[in-house]
């Protein structure tokens, strides 16, 4: 829960004074979570009408992270997923039909079903993959970083991960190789408090996983409310402008919970009585309607928005509904650069 | 024309493709300020500076994701794995990664880049550090794998390996790096998928990579000096593609396959070259292929153990001759 992070009880407090987000920003974010909010709910029905093959792995509860961090962003920034990557791909712009369809296996889905649900990727809107092995993204961002810092660009490589990453060789790696070269990478830890099946805390040998390793690289430790969208998204904007700045990477932590298991085959029997009774009352979407209230920003807008993000969902599922699957012949094509698959002459 | 260095070879084959293009980057662990620890790239750092040559911690997984991610985003990365028995420490890189990212995208993402690493055996430094593991790469879809046996080679592949869009995994035999060879002035590319007859012949095809293809040659000289056996002997130098032409028709010429393998024997290359040649040409052979391979064993340290371990001119000469003479 929040009352540990103080800091992060505090920045609510002042948010709701601090009118620096604007109307217009405030109104996307809560569109992006409410598309996450819908699409993986959306994803989560259809497992059970078995329309969503293999398997899965949602982001109800986490919708702030991924809207903050994405709503933060300049076109032409680059994000890093894992398998639990829905979130994120929707956040930076990529249609509801073309997640939906991939998870559905379908070839309207945004790989034609030849990545499926952990590997979304949409190159066109800076979604540069999503990586079903932990922590394998880390040090590629930092490569994507390190193109941005030798050929001068300004756009900034963000790669998101779960708590349980911070116990894997190639999260430390990719930490002392990115202040070493100060690149210009943002990490962003969603910690929920479970890696998998198993509380983070009882596997870790500090109390804040990533935020308490920031220090033995040389990093300020962050930990943030992470189901507070302007709290992340005021995060996100000072990381990213250290990052263009030239002043390097910084680690994040973000603080939240899953509503739901850690895929569709984990009910989520682990966790204790009550935990996440507690934790729904902290949703991100329902806190951030709250919040846009609290600036005055009319129920009309705020329903306008629902509306029309169900209707885009519903249409989204009739189309995966009615898509064909994937042809036969993309079985061989895109193994090599050539478009094929030969390996000999 | 000028003789070389197998590792001379090296630095000139990366300094040919840095000069002309400035996407192409070199990293790895102690390759910039040291030249490597096999001095396979004095100069580069001294010739195209700090942000270009660039020295690692011992972070292999680090090197190969952010050579990855690199080349995703546009850049013509060259990585180096000191010991390519150090694959073991990332080889989810060379597994799941770079090969994976353009299939499961449906073609979106690339991944054009090289990875160099110092393989196989001679320099007794036991099992960790000797091992011969193109196979280890051959089997992965998405991957190129070459083995240059020669200086010329090196330079050639490196070019082709460079330039290719494809992530190229560049096997250099750390027993061959003071070996010298001639190497023609100017530019030098070669062409993936390609194999080479480095020696023609007529009794027999034997098929070498790297290491085992002087190896072959001096075997091939004694089987001729003494025994009047001409085999031919061919270079396969690209694992993936593998240039199954040139090896088809060495056999249709010579109606007998012989493979020398410095891997392990289960798995190793000429396994698959054999079964393809046995699906393909089987009634062009004359007698059962034969594959001559280190046994199925970690490697010693000891020189006279790892001597015998490895397959020898004396051990190929024999196999060669018994197997024709059968």
Same mark, same amino acid.
């Given at each position: 829960m929040v009352k540990d992070t103080g800091s992060a009880i505090q920045e609510v407090t002042r948010s709701v004074h601090n009118d620096d987000i604007g109307e217009a920003t405030r109104l996307e974010l809560y569109r992006s979570q409410v598309i996450i909010r819908e699409a993986e709910q959306r994803a989560y029905d259809l497992f059970l009408q078995n329309l969503v093959k293999g398997t899965s792995h949602l982001?109800?509860?986490?919708?702030?992270?991924?809207?903050?961090?994405?709503?933060?962003?300049?076109?032409g920034d680059l994000s890093f997923c894992t398998y639990r990557g829905h979130a994120h791909t929707l956040a930076r712009g990529v249609p509801v039909e073309k997640v939906l369809g991939e998870l559905m296996q379908r070839d309207n889905g945004l790989m034609r079903g030849k990545g499926g649900s952990m590997h979304l990727t949409s190159e066109e809107h800076g979604v540069m993959g999503s990586y079903a092995i932990i922590g394998a993204h880390l040090p590629i961002a930092c490569g994507a970083a390190l193109r941005a810092q030798y050929k001068g660009h300004d756009?900034?490589?963000?790669?998101?991960?779960?708590?349980?990453?911070?116990?894997?060789?190639?999260?430390?790696?990719?930490?002392?190789?990115?202040?070493i070269w100060k690149l210009p990478v943002v990490f962003v830890c969603e910690n929920n408090h479970y890696m998998?099946?198993?509380?983070?805390?009882?596997?870790?040998?500090?109390?804040?996983?990533?935020?308490?390793?920031?220090?033995?690289y040389g990093l300020d430790g962050i930990v943030v409310d992470g189901n507070d969208a302007d709290i992340v998204y005021r995060t996100a904007q000072t990381a990213y402008a250290k990052a263009r700045a030239g002043g390097g990477p910084s680690l994040i932590e973000c603080l939240t919970y899953r509503h739901s298991g850690h895929s569709r085959a984990d009910p989520g029997k682990y966790r204790p009585e009550g935990e996440l009774e507690r934790w729904k009352e902290r949703d991100p979407v329902k806190i951030y309607r709250e919040r846009l209230a609290q600036f005055g920003i009319s129920e009309a807008a705020v329903t306008a928005i629902d509306t029309e993000v169900r209707k885009m969902v519903d249409d989204a599922t009739q189309a995966c509904i009615k898509a064909p699957p994937p042809p036969e012949d993309i079985l061989f094509t895109d193994v090599y650069a050539d478009g094929g698959w030969a390996w000999r002459n | 024309m000028a003789e070389l260095t197998y590792r001379e070879a090296v630095a000139r084959g990366i300094a040919q493709e840095m000069a002309r293009d400035p996407d192409v980057i070199f990293f790895g662990e102690d390759v910039a300020k040291a030249g490597g620890v096999f001095k396979a790239t004095v100069g580069l750092y001294e010739q195209f500076g700090p942000k270009r040559v660039r020295d690692t911690p011992i972070s292999e997984q680090a090197i190969m994701g952010a050579a990855m991610g690199a080349a995703m985003t546009g850049l013509k990365p060259i990585a180096e794995i000191m010991f390519s028995d150090f694959f073991a420490v990332c080889f989810d890189y060379i597994a799941n990664e770079f090969p994976k990212g353009r299939y499961m995208s449906n073609g979106q993402t690339k991944c054009p880049l090289v990875v160099r690493t110092g393989n196989g055996a001679g320099s007794r430094f036991g099992a960790q550090h000797s091992q011969s593991v193109e196979n280890w790469c051959m089997m992965v879809p998405g991957l190129k794998v070459v083995a240059p046996s020669t200086p010329r080679d090196v330079i050639g592949l490196m070019a082709a390996a460079v330039r290719d869009p494809d992530p190229v995994i560049f096997f250099e035999h750390k027993s061959l790096y003071a070996v010298k060879g001639e190497v023609p002035d100017?530019?030098?590319?070669?062409?993936?998928?390609?194999?080479?007859?480095?020696?023609?012949?007529?009794?027999?095809?034997?098929?070498?990579?790297?290491?085992m293809v002087p190896r072959a040659l001096a075997a091939a000289e004694k089987l001729a000096a003494a025994h009047g056996i001409q085999v031919e002997v061919v270079d396969v130098r690209s694992l993936v593609p593998l240039d199954m032409q040139t090896i088809l028709g060495s056999v249709g010429r010579t109606h007998r396959?012989?493979?020398?393998e410095e891997n392990p024997r289960l798995c190793g290359w000429g396994a698959e070259i054999v079964s393809i040649v046995a699906d393909e040409a089987f009634y062009d052979l004359d007698?059962?292929?034969?594959?001559?391979?280190?046994?199925h064993i970690p490697l010693p340290a000891?020189?006279?153990? %790892?001597? &015998? !371990?490895?397959?020898?001119? %004396?051990? &190929? !000469?024999q196999t060669i001759r018994r197997a024709l003479e059968a």
């Open positions: 982001s109800l509860g986490q919708e702030a992270i991924a809207a903050g961090f994405a709503t933060a962003m300049k076109p756009d900034v490589s963000v790669c998101f991960f779960g708590d349980g990453t911070t116990n894997i060789g190639a999260f430390h790696e990719a930490l002392n190789f990115a202040v998998e099946y198993t509380a983070i805390h009882e596997v870790t040998a500090v109390k804040h996983p990533a935020a308490d390793r920031a220090p033995a | 100017g530019e030098i590319v070669d062409t993936l998928g390609s194999a080479k007859v480095v020696r023609p012949g007529t009794d027999a095809t034997v098929l070498a990579l790297a290491l396959l012989f493979t020398v007698g059962p292929p034969v594959r001559i391979t280190t046994p000891a020189d006279n153990l %790892e001597d &015998i !371990a490895l397959p020898t001119v %004396e051990r &190929i !000469a």
